[in-house]
């Protein structure tokens, strides 16, 4: 078995070598000498932009954001006040500055001085926020799932449309060198023909389970409850729902909308897909996080286990995510000469060759008589045995790749989206990418909820039994 982990140089070598077009700024790989490093961005050339929600997700999001070179975060929003200190101890500590700090997003499409919003909020918000952000002419980068229902993903691709917004969703498959590796093998026939994806995650924690500990100073005076719940049915002031959101339909997607979407999304682009599912089937349950774990009062919606099977033309993809074990992510494409598996978060990509062919005579010779057999065998050997003096090729062994130093495909993500506002390169994650994931991931639940097989009809734009 070969193992690889490229450096920087060698890495923008072989991608080359491999006709591989995934961008990578050199500062986020390893540098080999002082002469690599960038110039100092001027501010003339800077990326300026709003943060909107500074939660689990959205404080690394800011963080590795203002990280990046010639990005500046210049103003802050958030529906809790803690929240509004917790930007700022971000951005001071990377840059020694502090910036404006308010409840109202509303403020920063309005600010002239912010070229884009990143956006970081319960899912049931998000496609206000991006379709308001591009009626304000600022692009949009978005955390997954794109949409809470699926009539908003309509919405927003239109808005951007009409706006001709960059909008960007935050499932970071799409920027991963080591999904861009597993597609560009097989485009090459690497692996032959790729009828099977599928992909499995677990986890074993309450953290991973969404069981988190609301804020100890979480009250009506410091969080707008009012506007948190936005357009969700009324329920009085809870600091549970604030915190674990993810576990009721009111505002997220559960296991889908956490986890599916990035599976669908490494899976579209690797596989070249470009439609919703055609259909998807789900089995599941919820098993162990209930009851006195969670505290009954704040029983959650959504299953902690989840087996979905998505039916495409020509591909079925199976998906399994539970929150009672622990199980490494892995997605596994399934061809007819080999196996790729890309293991993480994209950190390692594992290709293991298979030729296809019998290497001794078939066993299914045993239900001959004995002389039948022993003619077949002979007449197998005299076809298929290596002449003398001729080498033999064995299948290519198993090898591993890993990221070079210092590259996460996270960090390569909001690179590209920074770039698409500076360029106006299309963006590597679009609202149409977005929304056709998101229906997927909206496919599982009705399939779970509804107990029968979700049909993507798209004459009509909606999911049917």
Not at 291 to 317: C, H, K, S, W
Request: glycine fraction near 8%; proline fraction near 6%.
């Amino acid at each position: 078995m070969k193992n690889h982990t490229l450096s920087r140089r060698e890495f923008m070598r072989s991608s080359a070598g491999a006709g591989m077009a995934m961008a990578v700024p050199p500062y986020l790989l390893d540098s080999e000498s002082s002469s690599e490093s960038p110039q100092p961005v001027p501010p003339s050339d800077r990326i300026r932009f709003g943060m909107i929600g500074i939660g689990m997700e959205g404080s690394g999001v800011l963080a590795t954001s203002i990280s990046l070179r010639g990005v500046e975060c210049v103003a802050a929003c958030d529906l809790y006040d803690g929240r509004h200190t917790l930007a700022n101890q971000i951005i001071s500590g990377e840059t020694g500055k502090t910036v404006p700090a308010t409840r109202r997003y509303q403020d920063l499409l309005d600010n002239k001085d912010i070229d884009c919003v990143v956006v970081a909020v319960p899912d049931h918000w998000h496609k206000q926020i991006i379709v308001d952000a591009c009626n304000a002419g600022k692009d949009v980068y978005c955390e997954k799932p794109m949409t809470h229902k699926v009539e908003e993903g309509f919405e927003i691709i239109d808005a951007a449309k009409k706006n001709n917004r960059i909008v960007q969703i935050g499932s970071q498959r799409r920027s991963s060198i080591n999904f861009e590796r597993a597609k560009q093998l097989i485009d090459q026939g690497a692996i032959g023909d790729v009828w099977y994806v599928e992909a499995i995650l677990g986890r074993n924690s309450p953290c991973g389970a969404w069981v988190y500990p609301p804020p100890p100073d979480l009250s009506p005076q410091n969080l707008d409850w009012k506007t948190w719940l936005g357009d969700a049915p009324y329920h009085s002031f809870d600091p549970i729902r604030f915190a674990r959101w993810r576990s009721y339909k009111d505002y997220g997607e559960g296991l889908p909308g956490d986890l599916f979407v990035h599976t669908l999304t490494g899976v579209y682009f690797v596989m070249g897909l470009d439609s919703a599912p055609q259909r998807a089937l789900t089995h599941g349950g919820l098993y162990y996080w209930k009851g006195a774990r969670i505290l009954p009062e704040t029983e959650r919606d959504f299953p902690d286990l989840m087996l979905t099977l998505y039916e495409y033309p020509n591909l079925q993809v199976a998906v399994l995510m539970t929150q009672m074990t622990h199980q490494r992510e892995v997605t596994r494409f399934l061809g007819t000469r080999g196996i790729i598996e890309v293991y993480g978060d994209g950190d390692q990509l594992t290709i293991m060759p298979q030729d296809g062919n019998d290497h001794d005579p078939c066993y299914y010779t045993s239900s001959y008589p004995a002389k039948m057999r022993a003619a077949y065998d002979k007449e197998w050997h005299e076809k298929h045995d290596p002449r003398l003096g001729t080498e033999i090729k064995p299948v290519e062994g198993q090898q591993t790749f890993y990221y070079p130093a210092n590259y996460t495909e996270f960090e390569n993500h909001l690179w590209n989206f920074f770039e698409s506002v500076r360029t106006r390169r299309p963006s590597v994650e679009d609202a149409v990418v977005g929304n056709n994931t998101s229906i997927g991931c909206h496919m599982a639940n009705y399939s779970y909820f509804h107990k029968t097989a979700a049909v993507w009809d798209a004459a009509s734009r909606r999911i049917v039994a």
